[in-house]
């Protein structure tokens, strides 16, 4: 039994293809309950309209849909407006820019069932990118230790219903997944085989604009829930990242220039109060 939860802020570009994934899943269980909630927020586009076409579809695979519109712009809030309706303590978190593999749904499943208090992600691919910039990017971020031997829930993860039991609403917070996967011990921690595709930013301007958005969202939770760092395993945090640098100069380059630019927007801009989405994409 599953809950799939996709928070949708004008996502009339990619919410169709993320349905289309989530219908294209195989090997579930005869028996199985899958609820999809579409949480549009704030919304000035058909994504609402279009996740609505959805549902036949939906149901002949047997899924149930629920699409909420919420006026309120915010991505927690959308978070917690959803949970309010979810049918099943097993949840799935997915961005609406995710594709996800066919199998993700079944083996999701399996890691969920454990009696234990467990946290999964996928196993993320990166969209070949477009731009020199983001491509040279990508080459060094794909090989840090997080992201390759880790479970960094990026655009997609997933707790069971012991696991979700750790905390309470989502807070007013900006990394909702990070603020999750640190409710976990690394032990406590799986990854699918099944791939989930996420796209980077295109350029330079878009991957400072969501790494500011990361970088400001760790500083905070930092700040607000220092106690949650006890989980961070920090395996970025060593000279083993030094070679790999060094083999790549130019994407080396670009990589620290865009982690400093927006480092330093994001302790600036931490603290002003604003509440709003912050995207990196058209």
Request: net charge positive.
């Amino acid at each position: 039994m599953l809950t799939v939860i996709i928070p949708s802020h004008n996502e009339e570009n990619h919410i169709p293809g993320c349905l289309d994934a989530v219908i294209a899943q195989r090997d579930l269980p005869p028996n199985h309950g899958v609820q999809v909630i579409v949480a549009a927020n704030g919304c000035s586009d058909r994504t609402v309209t279009l996740a609505r076409q959805k549902e036949p579809a939906l149901k002949a695979v047997g899924f149930d849909l629920v699409v909420l519109d919420i006026a309120r712009g915010n991505k927690m809030n959308a978070l917690n407006e959803a949970e309010v309706v979810a049918s099943y303590g097993n949840r799935i978190f997915l961005d609406a820019d995710v594709i996800i593999g066919r199998r993700m749904l079944a083996e999701m499943a399996e890691i969920l069932s454990n009696d234990a208090p467990v946290y999964a992600s996928g196993t993320v691919r990166i969209q070949r990118a477009q731009s020199l910039i983001t491509r040279a990017y990508a080459k060094v971020w794909t090989q840090m230790p997080f992201v390759r031997d880790g479970v960094p829930g990026i655009g997609l993860y997933a707790v069971n219903a012991k696991g979700r039991a750790r905390w309470g609403a989502f807070p007013a917070i900006i990394a909702d997944d990070r603020f999750v996967r640190l409710q976990f011990a690394p032990q406590e921690r799986r990854k699918t085989r099944e791939t989930h595709d996420w796209p980077l930013p295109e350029g330079f301007g878009n991957l400072v604009n969501v790494r500011h958005r990361w970088r400001e969202g760790n500083l905070e939770l930092a700040e607000k829930y220092p106690a949650l760092l006890a989980n961070d395993s920090e395996i970025n945090a060593s000279g083993s990242n030094i070679p790999l640098l060094l083999r790549t100069p130019f994407s080396s380059a670009v990589f620290v220039l865009v982690y400093v630019v927006s480092t330093i927007r994001a302790k600036r801009s931490l603290g002003d109060g604003r509440d709003v989405w912050r995207r990196g994409r058209n």
